[in-house]
């Protein structure tokens, strides 16, 4: 059941060592106007290191921080572990420059607790995929009652830790 939220962008994947953000309103439809929630985090940069950016917590928590008016870098978890060796201090330095917080899902905890031990800036862990077990197993699938209370919890998560 991987799905990606409905859009017309898919989340990028950084090439050799830095991360492509969206531009701003790149996901802003013509019809809808600015609101107060949907510009809560505007101009706010969100690291999400994952997996897979179609999974389903991934893309719940990429529709919730992008409905705040975030822009979401997806890097890819097999890159942030392999880069814990002699890079780790680069990666580090380049992850508290670029964002606001950091999303972990799909890491094992020590790479989780060393991020954010190492960066100064608001580290997350499997927000996404709580999300989703509280709305009950299956998952939820986007669009269904479930789905919206799992982003309404991220969405409060988010801006509690903005």
């Not at 964002?99 to 799909?106: F, G, L, P, R």
Request: with cysteine; charged share 20%; hydrophobic share 45%.
């Amino acid at each position: 059941m991987l799905h990606a939220p409905p859009s017309d962008r898919e989340p990028q994947r950084p090439s050799s060592g830095s991360a492509a953000l969206p531009s701003p309103g790149a996901n802003a439809h013509p019809s809808e106007g600015p609101t107060p929630a949907r510009d809560a985090l505007a101009g706010r940069r969100i690291g999400l290191i994952c997996k897979a950016p179609q999974a389903p917590a991934a893309a719940l928590f990429i529709e919730a921080a992008e409905s705040l008016g975030a822009q979401v870098a997806v890097l890819h978890a097999t890159d942030v572990v392999d880069a814990w060796g002699a890079q780790q201090d680069r990666l580090v330095r380049m992850l508290s420059r670029l964002y606001d917080v950091i999303e972990c899902q799909d890491l094992p905890p020590g790479a989780v607790r060393r991020i954010a031990e190492q960066v100064a800036v608001p580290v997350l862990a499997n927000l996404g995929a709580c999300a989703l077990e509280e709305g009950g197993a299956p998952a939820p699938e986007p669009g269904t009652p479930g789905w919206e209370q799992g982003l309404t919890r991220v969405r409060q998560a988010l801006l509690s830790a903005l």
